[in-house]
């Protein structure tokens, strides 16, 4: 006689349901695209889209309410023999140059006093900041009122000083209004000089300079041997940072004199946005936008391959 066994069928356990959210978080491509549309989205809109409309309207006819038509490099040939661009151009380059100079020779300095231990050192490197902080019209405006020539306060002191005699115009005068915006444009600027390169020296061990100053070197050969070589990777990106700034920087100046007297302080930014916007003809005004491009891309160049030699030093 023949058993038969009854075989119990085969149970399958199921896990639990993996929802949509639970498959994004486990595919890491997915979830990286997924955090990085936002920014994606902000790139395209307000960076990718004026770059790409920028182009399009430095190669047309366009102005203000006439739609243009295809015109190749016209525009770039009429500022190429504009003898205010040409102003212009100089401008830009003098005060890059020369306010990046006394910017990082101040901010660097700066640093060096905030790095060091004293009474109330938090208070002063939280109140370095405040003319980075202000906003750049409301600042710009009370340099402005020192600067007038019957209310100006420094007007007021150096004759107070006895170092003037009569008025100074600081920003009608061609050759003091240039002076007088690049004061203030290193006024602003130093305190990212100065946080920033304090952040890197507080990458520096103490410990390095205290041998170093076991071995008989003095402050200076510290600071030289020491602290910059290894602050030079940290000051050349701040640099390109601030040159790419500075270049392209419009409140200030035109907040100051508009481009003036007499274009004495003309920049990029001020041109173009006489052209295009005081004039209505917006395809020069993007001519000589664009033409910071190049400009600013060959720097961009220059100093990438120049941290990198930094870096691998």
Wanted: charge should be positive; include cysteine.
């Amino acid at each position: 006689m023949t058993t038969i066994e009854a075989v119990a069928p085969r149970q399958y356990v199921r896990g639990p349901r993996r929802g949509p959210i639970t498959r994004l978080l486990e595919d890491e491509r997915k979830l990286a695209l997924c955090l990085m549309l936002p920014t994606i989205v902000l790139l395209g809109l307000f960076i990718a889209y004026p770059f790409v409309k920028g182009i399009e309207l430095s190669v047309t006819n366009t102005s203000v309410g006439v739609p243009g038509k295809f015109v190749g490099i016209e525009n770039f040939k009429k500022i190429w023999t504009d003898d205010i661009f040409h102003i212009a151009v100089w401008n830009t380059c003098l005060y890059t140059f020369v306010t990046t100079v006394f910017k990082l020779v101040l901010g660097l300095w700066l640093a060096l006093l905030l790095n060091r231990h004293f009474k109330g050192k938090a208070f002063m490197r939280a109140f370095i900041l405040l003319p980075f902080i202000i906003p750049t019209v409301l600042s710009t405006f009370a340099w402005k009122w020192m600067f007038d020539p019957t209310f100006s306060v420094l007007n007021w002191m150096l004759f107070h000083l006895g170092i003037i005699h009569s008025r100074i115009n600081w920003l009608g005068d061609p050759g003091l209004a240039m002076i007088s915006v690049i004061i203030v444009n290193v006024w602003r600027g130093v305190p990212f000089y100065a946080i920033s390169l304090l952040a890197g020296l507080q990458t520096i061990s103490p410990e390095l300079h205290e041998a170093a100053a076991i071995d008989g070197a003095r402050a200076w050969a510290r600071f030289r041997h020491v602290t910059w070589p290894l602050l030079l990777p940290v000051t050349l990106v701040i640099v390109l940072f601030s040159v790419i700034q500075t270049f392209a920087d419009f409140q200030l100046v035109y907040v100051l004199t508009g481009g003036g007297p007499a274009n004495a302080t003309q920049l990029f930014a001020t041109y173009a946005y006489q052209l295009g916007i005081g004039t209505g003809l917006l395809s020069q005004g993007a001519a000589i936008s664009l033409a910071i491009f190049p400009i600013l891309l060959l720097v961009v160049i220059v100093q990438l391959v120049y941290i990198r030699r930094a870096e691998t030093l």
